[in-house]
């Protein structure tokens, strides 16, 4: 039986010396793969059909047993160019990929409208904008069930002037005052100015045309990437280090 399956391709990995597996986020948000036989041949019918970072549609004799599919057609929709000379978006645009990779669950089309969206933003000729990333990264956060509590948890009330102490393992936020009178020592945690939590919270309300200072951004990304690297196995994070020095300098 031959279905059809639409999405993004997320992974593209060597299965023998002529074939590959392409995994893809569907539309429906599912993980799928996929493997293309005699893929790398000279006069391949897959040849040049997909590539990092397309949305295409997949042929692919269906079989309930299975949890890899063989591909018979695939037909690219969109190409997504500029990936191909614009490196700094190509390198943002890999860390998005693996981190879906590592983490999508099951039916999941928010997942899928966010990947979307987020690549489409970066596969433009210009610098690619590091808050596009950030944002990224909360709202995955926040479909996962995973997002830090951004409010202060002690109940005083917030300062965007004053510094708070996260905390990484419950991703609770407290105040200096309230930081006294907790007694785990051992928990990782870091401090952040008010600042950064207001960016946080504007990012992850969808507000793309914000202004923000470099170092409130460096300071977000680096809370998220400890919070994500806590949370999360398995992730090139190293991946996403550089990415972000290409990004901020
Ligand atoms: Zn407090």
Redesign the pocket.
């Known amino acids: 039986m031959l279905e059809k399956a639409n999405g993004i391709v997320l992974r593209i990995i060597p299965f023998t010396n002529t074939s590959q597996v392409v995994t893809l986020l569907s539309e429906s948000g599912n993980k799928m793969s996929f493997i293309c036989k005699e893929a790398c041949r000279p006069k391949s019918v897959f040849r040049g059909q997909y590539d990092f970072f397309y949305t295409c549609e997949f042929v692919y004799q269906y079989k309930p047993t299975r949890s890899m599919f063989f591909a018979k057609e695939v037909y690219p929709y969109d190409l997504r160019p500029y990936f191909r000379s614009n490196w700094r978006a190509s390198h943002c645009a890999s860390w998005l990929c693996a981190l879906v990779n590592a983490v999508s669950i099951g039916g999941t089309p928010g997942l899928y409208r966010l990947l979307a969206e987020s690549l489409d933003l970066l596969n433009s000729p210009s610098y690619p904008d590091v808050a596009i990333l950030a944002r990224f990264e909360l709202k995955l956060l926040q479909q996962l069930g995973l997002l830090p509590n951004f409010e ?1 948890s ?3 009330e917030f300062n965007s002037e004053a510094p708070y102490r996260f905390h990484i393992a419950d991703g609770n936020l ?2 200096e ?2 930081e006294f009178k907790k007694t785990s020592f051992h928990e990782p945690s870091l401090i952040v100015n008010g600042a950064v939590i207001e960016l946080a919270k504007q990012l992850i309300e969808g507000n793309m045309s914000i202004s923000y200072t470099k170092d409130s951004m460096r300071k977000l990304l680096r809370l998220l990437g400890l919070f994500i690297n806590y949370h999360i196995d398995g992730l090139p994070i190293a991946g996403r280090d550089t990415c972000i020095t290409g990004l901020l300098g």
Do not use: I, N, R
């Open positions: 202060l002690c109940g005083c407290m105040c005052m309230h």
